[in-house]
């Protein structure tokens, strides 16, 4: 059986940079595998998150993912806090993990930056919790960028040592899908920096909101530098911004890159650009008029929740129940 499963973190102000990365590589997995797509709200509040904002973010990234052709009804789309046994076994592989594995975590470093002692134990134990829910569908294949392949590292441990230590094989060993050309879509200001929502310029991103113009703007006023367009993949050398808008454009189209550095290799980046721009807003305003017509339903997109919410219960629960009779939990 092949399972996918994958989390979104539901913390607002989607971009193209979480479409290109995450949301556009969901849609062409489900022809392929059984898949469940999940919004990690509990992973959200590992940082601080306005309750408000939180629910508004978690039913923009709903619409998003069903706007972008994710079909709820073939697949599961859930939030996790509505399926307890994310947090159960969280707590499991809290008592599996060990500390000097989570202590290797760059993403905590980074996200707890030089004041770790008041970052919140949550954010420490992120980790166990992404591990618990792949692991809890007994998921065999996870899409995930770049930045997350040492969690998932951390959940083939976790996964092998709790077959180990309890003398069983109840979970699988899990394959990263590493998937498409753009995974990871850089800053417009700067090409050396993840396109982010926490960066204070705005020009920085395309946001999923934004209309027509401003994403036109936006490409208009990317930072570039003064050559030409590369004709090969070798002179992007020392050219971030280069290779970035080349590879955005790639991605949109969904073609290859040499492709891309064959039509454009030796133009100007002004004539590039208005191409990328026309590009973008084709590729993007339907998924964006969807979006804004799914989110003005905020009763339908509830509806898809719960109901994902319970389909991801009925999958889980005997799964869970096997691990607690593994682990010695008594169920009376
Ligand atoms: N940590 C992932 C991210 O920030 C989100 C995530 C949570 C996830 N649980 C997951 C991704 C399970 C894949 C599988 O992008």
Known sequence: MHRVFSGIQPTGNLHLGNYLGATRNWVALQADFECIFCIVDMHAITVWQDPEQLRAS???V???LIAAGVDPRRHVVFNQSQVP???ELAWIFNCVARMGWLN???QFKEKAGKNKENASVGLFAYPNLMAADILLYKATHVPVGDDQKQHLELTRDIAQKFNNDFKCDIFPIVEPLILGVATRVMSLRDGTKKMSKSDPSDLSRINMIDDADTIAKKIRKAKTDPEDLPVSEEGFAGRPEARNLMSIYAALDGIEMDAVLG?????QFSTFKQELADLAVAKLS????EMRRLMADPGYID???????ARARAIAAPIMAEIQDIVGFLRA
Do not use: K, N
């Open 286 to 289: 339907p998924i964006q008029d």
């Open 62 to 64: 709903a619409a998003s």
């Open 263 to 267: 039509r454009f290799g030796g133009a």
């Open 58 to 60: 978690t039913r923009e």
């Open 104 to 106: 290797r975590m760059t």
């Open 303 to 309: 509806g898809v929740l719960r109901d994902g919410a």
């Open 85 to 87: 046994g994310h947090a």
